[in-house]
């Protein structure tokens, strides 16, 4: 996804092929896989539906940058993933003392992009944030502002 080469056909192909085989993926294949397509805007509905049933199933397992970006892809690409939001919100306000600034402010935007209601999340989101806030760049300012 890095490259910014236009490869949809490759895309087109690793998107069948991991859907197949997602209920193999840990959570980092799946966090990378959701940040990959959402990077390149690449429209894979299927695989995106199947990535965030397994990532609802092993959200426990996620680590706070696994968390946040894949809040961030699935908000990037407006993929309806209600359960997913759910589940990440609740392991993300359980582990959020363990985020860095990029991982707050990445998961506030994603929230609040998809307006996804999750109060418990922003409340924990905002108490670690102004413990931090010394560290955020201007980026992360404006990202959970």
């Not at 490759?10 to 840990?26: D, Y």
């Not at 980092?28 to 609802?56: G, I, K, M, S």
């Not at 307006?115 to 990202?143: C, I, K």
Request: some cysteine; proline content about 3%.
């Amino acid at each position: 996804a890095t490259v910014r080469h236009d490869a949809r056909a490759l895309f087109n192909s690793v998107a069948t092929e991991a859907t197949r085989q997602v209920g193999q993926f840990n959570p980092q294949d799946l966090a990378n896989t959701a940040w990959a397509y959402a990077t390149v805007c690449h429209d894979a509905p299927a695989l995106f539906d199947c990535v965030a049933t397994e990532a609802t199933r092993q959200v426990g397992q996620f680590n706070p940058q696994g968390l946040a970006n894949t809040a961030w892809a699935y908000a990037t690409v407006r993929h309806d993933a209600s359960e997913l939001f759910d589940s990440v919100a609740m392991e993300a306000a359980r582990q959020v003392g363990q985020f860095k600034p990029q991982e707050l402010a990445n998961t506030a935007w994603a929230y609040a992009t998809v307006r996804h209601d999750a109060r418990a999340l922003f409340n924990s989101v905002a108490t670690e944030a102004t413990r931090q806030v010394g560290q955020f760049n201007p980026q992360n300012l404006a990202n959970t502002a």
